[in-house]
C-alpha cells in the first residue's frame, strides 16, 4: 500500500515540517536510516541518529524533535515508537483472508462449542468439549484438547497443541509449533528410578498474550501455570509448570523459567535468562541476557551476570575479568622476578 506524505501525517497525528513541495509525493514503505532509499520513510528514535536522517535517501524522517536543518520533510510525533508500529502498520503485508468455518479434512469431536465466525484449517483437531470463541482462527494441524476453552479473536497458528482443561483468554496469538499443556518436568526418585509425578492442573492464558514459535507452557501439578495479560513471550522459550508470569511482561528467546517461579508485573527477561526454581521475581525488574538467576529479586531491579548480579556490581566484575590477562602476565613477571631474587641470594649464600 502506498500513501502520500500528508497521508501519512494524517495517519500519525504529525505536524508536517518542509513537506509543502512534496506532501503529494508517495512512500512506498519504511527502512532504518541506514538502508532506506528512494521512496521510503525512515525514523529517528534517537539524536544521535540525526546527522544520519541528513544523509539518508528517504523522503521524509519520522521525528520526535525537529532536527535543525534537516532538507527532508518531517513528521513530528509525540512518540516515535508508537508512530514507527503504526507506520509499520500501514506497508505491512495483509494476511491472506481466512475463511469462516470448518475445513472438511479437520475432526471435530463431540459437543464442541464454534462461535460465529470461527475458522478451523485442514487436519486440525478440536477433542470432546473444547469451546472456541468467536472470529478465532485454528489453523491447519492444531489440536485443542477435551474441555479447553479457547477466547475469541484469537489466532493459532499451524501445528499448535493446547492440550485438554486448558484456558486461554481473548485476542491471544499463538505462532506456529508452540506447546501449551504438556506435563511438567516433576520426577521423584523411588526404588532406584525417577517416576513421573502426575501433573492435575492446568494452563491459563490470560487476554492479550502473545506467544511466539516452538514454546511451550507446562500445566501444573495442582492449580494452574498462569500467563498474565499482555505479556509477550518469544520463541523457543520454556515456562515451567506452576509458574505464574504478571501482566504485560516482555520474555525474550531461550528463556528458560523453572518451576513454581513467580515473576511480577512488568518484568523484561532478555535472551537466554535462566530462573532456579520456587524463585519470585519483583514487579518491573530487568534481567539482562544470559544471567543465572538463583534467588529471590526485589521489584525493579536491574540484573545481569551469572549468577545474576545487580548491573553496577556486574560491570565491576566484569571490568576485573577483563584485567585478568594482563595480571597474569604481571604475575608471571613478578614470579620471575622473585625467582631471580631467590636464586642470587643463594648464590651469596653458597660464596
Not at 48 to 53: E, H, T
Amino acid at each position: 500500500m502506498n500513501v502520500t506524505i500528508e497521508e501519512l501525517a494524517k495517519k500519525l497525528g504529525a505536524e508536517m515540517l518542509g513537506a509543502d513541495a512534496v506532501r503529494h509525493e508517495e512512500i512506498t514503505g519504511i527502512q532504518p536510516v541506514g538502508t532506506a532509499g528512494g521512496g521510503d520513510v525512515t525514523f529517528v528514535a534517537d539524536a544521535r541518529y540525526a546527522a544520519a536522517a541528513g544523509r539518508s535517501c528517504a523522503v521524509a524522517v519520522i521525528v520526535a524533535k525537529p532536527i535543525d536543518g534537516l532538507p527532508k520533510p518531517q513528521l513530528v510525533v509525540k512518540d516515535v515508537n508508537a508512530a514507527l508500529i503504526e507506520t509499520l502498520n500501514v506497508f505491512a503485508p495483509e494476511p491472506g483472508p481466512v475463511s469462516e468455518g470448518v475445513d472438511p479434512w479437520a475432526r471435530v469431536g463431540t459437543n464442541v462449542q464454534l462461535a460465529e465466525g470461527v475458522s478451523v484449517g485442514p487436519h486440525a483437531v478440536l477433542e470432546d468439549n473444547a469451546q472456541v470463541g468467536a472470529g478465532t482462527a485454528i489453523g491447519g494441524g492444531c489440536q485443542i484438547g477435551r474441555n479447553t476453552k479457547i477466547g475469541a479473536h484469537c489466532r493459532l497458528d499451524g501445528n499448535v497443541v493446547v492440550y485438554h482443561d486448558c484456558t486461554v483468554g481473548d485476542h491471544v496469538v499463538i505462532q506456529a509449533n508452540s506447546t501449551i499443556g504438556a506435563v511438567g518436568f516433576g520426577y521423584a526418585f523411588i526404588d532406584g528410578a525417577h517416576r513421573l509425578i502426575p501433573h492435575y492442573g492446568g494452563v491459563i492464558i490470560e487476554d492479550f498474550v502473545e506467544i511466539g514459535a516452538n514454546t511451550c507452557v507446562d500445566r501444573a501439578k495442582f492449580g494452574n501455570t498462569i500467563i498474565g495479560a499482555g505479556t509477550k513471550i518469544d520463541n523457543l522459550v520454556q515456562i515451567a509448570h506452576n509458574v505464574v508470569i504478571g501482566k504485560c511482561c516482555l520474555i525474550a528467546a531461550q528463556v528458560g523459567v523453572a518451576g513454581s517461579c513467580r515473576i511480577g508485573d512488568g518484568v523484561v527477561l532478555a535472551g537466554q535468562v535462566g530462573l532456579a526454581d520456587n524463585i519470585e521475581i519483583g514487579a518491573g525488574t530487568m534481567v539482562g541476557a544470559q544471567a543465572g538467576v538463583m534467588s529471590d529479586v526485589a521489584p525493579g531491579e536491574r540484573l545481569a551476570w551469572s549468577p545474576a548480579l545487580n548491573v553496577r556490581e556486574a560491570a565491576r566484575v566484569v571490568a576485573h575479568v577483563l584485567r585478568l590477562p594482563k595480571l597474569a602476565q604481571e604475575l608471571k613477571r613478578l614470579t620471575a622476578k622473585v625467582d631471580r631474587l631467590e636464586a642470587a641470594k643463594d648464590d651469596k649464600g653458597h660464596g
